[in-house]
């Protein structure tokens, strides 16, 4: 049993990693600069960038599992259907496959569609995965902490409602499909996991929380996506920026929420409670 997880060196996938890990699984990182890479004992770094066959035929020498985490960047596409092209060669048979919720309806965000757009090959191809469709990361609200302080919650969420997810739990719940499947005794059907968390904020809501959470009164900025995707990019490139737009305008079109059924599914899996936005805040405010 050894289990491949790409996107190791960031914040989901090295939390899967820590908890295989711990688990006792055989973990190998996929990192481009594997001399570099820190993780925890008896994981192996191997080198290999999602972009390139002749290093991805050599990284996937020997697994049995992959964990396939693409990053948001403009060779998302490329790197997804590379890697599983690569893998289904290589006959791996054991697939967890992080996408994002709303990825069939949300179609003119263009990460939304090619999260999408992978989910089908995985379909067409009949590749024995779990799709996990994460909802909105409460961790991406982490570096508002100063502008909350000062008085504003600035992500302009809307006012229909966004099923936060803390990462720890989609990690929780990727390491539970990834030992499922790598212990089984052949490949286990294909199936799709919706993850969100256990209420729906709105920016009045999310502004409120941190409120609470401070101990001084915190307003919603609002709606204005002109002044959301302008404050995007002056921490990332222009490309990136009105992709989050066009994502901001969908939650405040339509929010983002699971099927009903997805929480009582995530309460099984984690088999406890998930996170609250309020407990993750608390443990933001608190550093």
């Not at 289990?3 to 996938?13: K, P």
């Not at 998302?76 to 994002?100: H, K, P």
């Not at 090619?114 to 570096?143: C, H, W």
Request: aromatic content about 6%; charged content about 25%.
């Amino acid at each position: 049993m050894s289990i491949l997880v790409t996107g190791a060196t960031g914040t989901i996938g090295s939390a899967v990693i820590e908890r295989l890990a711990a688990a006792g699984a055989d973990v190998r990182a996929l990192t481009r600069r594997p001399a570099e890479y820190q993780g925890p004992a008896g994981v192996r770094a191997v080198g290999g960038d999602p972009s390139d066959p002749v290093a991805m035929r050599a990284a996937l020498a020997g697994v049995d599992t992959l964990f396939v985490l693409n990053a948001v960047s403009t060779e998302e596409l490329n790197q997804g259907i590379t890697l599983l092209t690569l893998a289904r060669d290589a006959g791996i048979q054991r697939f967890v496959y992080l996408s994002v919720l709303n990825a069939e309806t949300f179609t003119d965000v263009p990460h939304f569609t090619v999260k999408y757009t992978v989910e089908r090959m995985i379909e067409q191809l009949d590749l024995p995965a779990t799709v996990l469709r994460a909802s909105y990361f409460m961790q991406n609200d982490a570096g508002l902490k100063q502008a909350a302080e000062y008085g504003v919650y600035p992500m302009a969420l809307g006012h229909v409602g966004i099923e936060m997810v803390d990462i720890r739990d989609i990690a929780d719940v990727a390491v539970a499909s990834l030992l499922r499947r790598a212990r089984a005794t052949g490949p286990l059907p294909r199936e799709v996991i919706e993850i969100a968390g256990p209420e729906a904020m709105t920016g009045t809501s999310a502004a409120k929380i941190w409120a609470d959470a401070l101990g001084r009164d915190v307003t919603y900025g609002g709606d204005d996506l002109d002044a959301a995707e302008a404050a995007i990019a002056e921490r990332a490139p222009a490309w990136l920026a009105y992709d989050m737009r066009l994502m901001l305008s969908r939650f405040q079109r339509d929010g983002m929420r699971a099927k009903p059924a997805a929480r009582g599914t995530l309460r099984t899996l984690l088999g406890r409670e998930p996170r609250t936005y309020a407990d993750f805040v608390r443990e933001v405010t608190q550093k």
